[in-house]
C-alpha cells in the first residue's frame, strides 16, 4: 500500500482532496470539531482520539487548517510527527509565519514543506496548482503525486518563497472581491447597480461582470473571515518588504464585513 497520509484540518481543502482521492482509509484526520471528525468519518477516513493518534505512522502531514491556525498547529502538533515524515504546511499565510512554523516542525525532527495552493480546491479538487519550497520539497513532490495531486511545482529551497508567491498574488486576487464589493455597495446605494455593471461590460471582456460581481460576492459571504485572516498575512508580507499594504489593510476590513451578510446584494439583486 502507498504511504499513508494525516490531514490536520478537515474543512473544504481536507474533505474535497480526500473525496477526490478516493484516500479512504489510507488516510487519517484530525479536527478540533467533532463535526469535521463526523464528515472524516463518514468519508472513510480513519480518526483517533487526539492529533497523535491520527498523525502516528503517516508518511505525509498536510496541514490545512485556518491562517491564524497554521503555526499553533505546527507548535502543537510537530512532536507527533514520525521519523522522516514530511509536514506539508498548505495554509495561506506570510513567509515568515511559515518559517516559524518549520522551526517548529524541524526542532522536534520533523521535515517541513512550504506548499502555497493557487487556486480555489473546488472545483479543482487534485488538479489544483501547488507549489513547493524547501530543503524537502521534492520529496514532497514525489509524496503529492502519489496520493493523486497532479499539478505539483516545486519553486525553490528556501522556506517562505512558495508562500510569498501566493500572498502577494492573493493581494491582486482578494482585494479584487474586496473592491467588487465595494462598487456594488455604493451602487446600490445610489441606485446605479445595472448602467454600473454594464458600463464595465462594455470595457472587459468575456465575462459579463454581473456574473463576476455575483462570484466575488459569493466567496465572500461564505469564507470572508478565513480570507481576512489570510489577507493579514498578505499585510506583514507586503510591510516585510518596505511596502505599506494601505489597500489591503482595506481588503482585510471588506473581507470580515461582507462575510455572512445575507441581504439582497448577496444575491446580485438590485
Request: charged letters at 25%; proline letters at 4%.
Amino acid at each position: 500500500m502507498a504511504g499513508t497520509i494525516a490531514l490536520i484540518g478537515y474543512g473544504e481543502a481536507g474533505s474535497t482532496f480526500a473525496q477526490a482521492g478516493a484516500w479512504g482509509e489510507r488516510a487519517a484526520a484530525w479536527d478540533i470539531r467533532p463535526e469535521r471528525m463526523a464528515a472524516a468519518a463518514a468519508d472513510g477516513l480513519r480518526g483517533g482520539d487526539d492529533a497523535a493518534q491520527v498523525m502516528a505512522g503517516a508518511d505525509l502531514v498536510l496541514s490545512l487548517v485556518t491562517a491564524d491556525s497554521a503555526l499553533p498547529a505546527a507548535q502543537a502538533y510537530a512532536a507527533h510527527l514520525a521519523p522522516g515524515a514530511v509536514w506539508c504546511d498548505c495554509n495561506s499565510v506570510a513567509p515568515d509565519t511559515k518559517r516559524a512554523a518549520a522551526a517548529a516542525i524541524q526542532a522536534a525532527g520533523g521535515r517541513y514543506v512550504d506548499v502555497a495552493v493557487l487556486a480555489p480546491v473546488d472545483p479543482a479538487r487534485q488538479k489544483v496548482p501547488l507549489l513547493l519550497a524547501g530543503e524537502y520539497a521534492a520529496q514532497a513532490e514525489t509524496l503529492l503525486r502519489d496520493a493523486g495531486f497532479t499539478n505539483v511545482r516545486v519553486v525553490g529551497d528556501e522556506i517562505g518563497r512558495a508562500s510569498a508567491i501566493k500572498m502577494i498574488r492573493s493581494v491582486m486576487v482578494k482585494g479584487l472581491e474586496a473592491l467588487t464589493a465595494e462598487m456594488m455597495l455604493a451602487a446600490q446605494a445610489a441606485g446605479v447597480v445595472d448602467e454600473v455593471l454594464s458600463s464595465l461590460d462594455a470595457s472587459e471582456k468575456p465575462k459579463p461582470w454581473a456574473d463576476k460581481a455575483a462570484y466575488n460576492i459569493e466567496r465572500m459571504v461564505t469564507h470572508g473571515i478565513r480570507r481576512a485572516a489570510e489577507m493579514e498575512e498578505s499585510c506583514k508580507t507586503l510591510s516585510s518588504l518596505g511596502v505599506e499594504p494601505e489597500m489591503t489593510r482595506g481588503t482585510v476590513a471588506r473581507q470580515k464585513d461582507m462575510a455572512g451578510r445575507q441581504d439582497r446584494l448577496i444575491e446580485g439583486k438590485e
